[in-house]
């Protein structure tokens, strides 16, 4: 391990800096206003082969790993274009289809999750389970060798503009009691499967939805590969899942202190740049450090995560995930606060970012349920739940 960042991957982030530059903060919030999607950024990071840096070669990705996916999502955030599909599609799916899914599974998805040409989302959350994913109830029943799925799922991102969704549910012989997740990967326009708009206040291009599955039939080869690996499948895509919510926010937070900073370098309202009042700088500095240490145990999550230590991945991510939603949150609220009155208008582009820095200490997993990880898994206490 090097604190140092090899020459591959500061060529990496300057790429991915450059791509994302050519379209601006502005693309990303004009599509998120009009209410479309940013296709022509999700195309070309594909064609580059960004989505897909984490994937394995031999099925179109690039082979190098999460530390490498992580960086290129920081980028993307900090450039302001922080797009959610990219904690889903090749970080959560792609690691869970290209670690356990058959031959047949890999060759089918991980090429177009690859270069961006599938985008696949993925459904766990339920309106009546929430952060307890062991009461999820989408049941999956057997009839001949088909599967028929039924359940509800909210707050699915992207699902709109998916062409398939790994479902996780629960097989009829497990229907009740501690989760053995069953994976299912569902084409969109499979009949039964439908969603609705949950109206959010997220400034994104990104929206999230209801998803009903109304006894939808699968054919036997969409369950992700053995019934047998169940949890193993799921943790899977759970490090990835937070080392990529932790960049996102790495990324937002950098975002802020830039503009802030930027601001506070110009604007003279006495005889200074407002910059030089400590009032502003020490505050700033502060959560530039914060930022910083965050990333750091964000490279120390993927670090591990690549180099095979699933365990020690798992306390770095969450922990990580942690520092980075409450840095970035500090980061845009101090940002808003740097700019005055700017901070809220529509020009300056960091207004928009209040809510949607928030949702890093939600989702993927909230602080909440990081610090109970911390707590009995780190600290060794008792459970309260
Ligand atoms: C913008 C956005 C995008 C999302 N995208 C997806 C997606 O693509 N796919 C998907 O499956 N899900 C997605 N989610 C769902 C997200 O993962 C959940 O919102 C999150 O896990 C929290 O679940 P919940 O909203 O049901 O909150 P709840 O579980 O109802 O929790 C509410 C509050 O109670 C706290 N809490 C709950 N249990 C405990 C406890 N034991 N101890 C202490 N505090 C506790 C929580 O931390 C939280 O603060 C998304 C959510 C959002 C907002």
Do not use: C
């Not at 601006?24 to 998120?32: F, R």
């Not at 070669?57 to 790993?65: L, M, R, S, V």
């Amino acid at each position: 391990m090097s604190f140092i960042e090899t020459e591959e991957q500061k060529a990496l982030r300057q790429a991915v800096a450059a791509m994302v530059a050519n379209y601006g903060q502005d693309y990303y919030l004009e599509k998120a206003r009009a209410g479309e999607h940013t296709t022509e950024l999700w195309n070309e990071a594909g064609k580059l082969g960004f989505i897909g840096v984490n994937l394995p070669e031999e099925y179109g990705g690039g082979g190098a790993g999460m530390y490498e996916l992580s960086l290129v999502m920081e980028e993307m955030a900090a450039g302001g274009s922080a797009l959610l599909m990219m904690v889903v599609s090749p970080a959560i799916n792609g690691t869970i289809i290209s670690k356990f899914g058959t031959e047949e599974q890999k060759k089918r998805w991980i090429p177009g999750i690859a270069d961006g040409s599938i985008t696949m989302a993925f459904a766990i959350t339920e309106p009546d389970a929430g952060s307890n994913s062991h009461r999820i109830t989408t049941t999956a029943r057997r009839d001949g060798s088909d599967w028929i799925l039924k359940g509800q799922k909210t707050f699915i991102s992207g699902i709109d503009q998916a062409q398939a969704v790994l479902v996780v549910g629960r097989t009829e012989d497990h229907k009740t009691g501690n989760l053995k997740p069953a994976l299912f990967v569902i084409p969109t326009d499979t009949p039964g499967l439908s969603w609705t708009k949950i109206d959010m206040e997220i400034i994104s291009p990104e929206s999230q939805f209801q998803v009903f599955l109304d006894d939808v039939r699968l054919p036997a080869d969409a369950l992700v590969g053995s019934e047998d690996a169940a949890i193993a499948q799921l943790f899977a895509g759970l490090n990835p899942e937070r080392i990529m919510g932790s960049a996102m926010a790495v990324g937002t937070g950098r975002l802020a202190i830039a503009k802030a900073t930027d601001y506070l370098k110009t604007r003279q309202v006495w005889k200074v740049p407002i910059g030089s009042h400590q009032g502003l700088s020490h505050p700033l500095a502060q959560i530039h450090i914060e930022v910083e240490l965050a990333k750091l145990m964000m490279q120390k999550a993927a670090t591990l995560y690549d180099a095979g230590d699933d365990f020690g991945a798992a306390e770095a991510a969450n922990m990580a995930k942690y520092a980075a939603g409450e840095a970035s949150v500090r980061a845009v609220d101090q940002a808003v606060q740097s700019l005055g009155g700017n901070g809220l208008t529509k020009e300056y582009g960091i207004a928009a970012a209040v809510t949607a820095s928030r949702l890093a200490r939600i989702a993927p997993v909230s602080r909440e349920m990081i610090l109970n990880f911390v707590a009995q898994t780190s600290l060794g206490l008792p459970r309260s739940y």
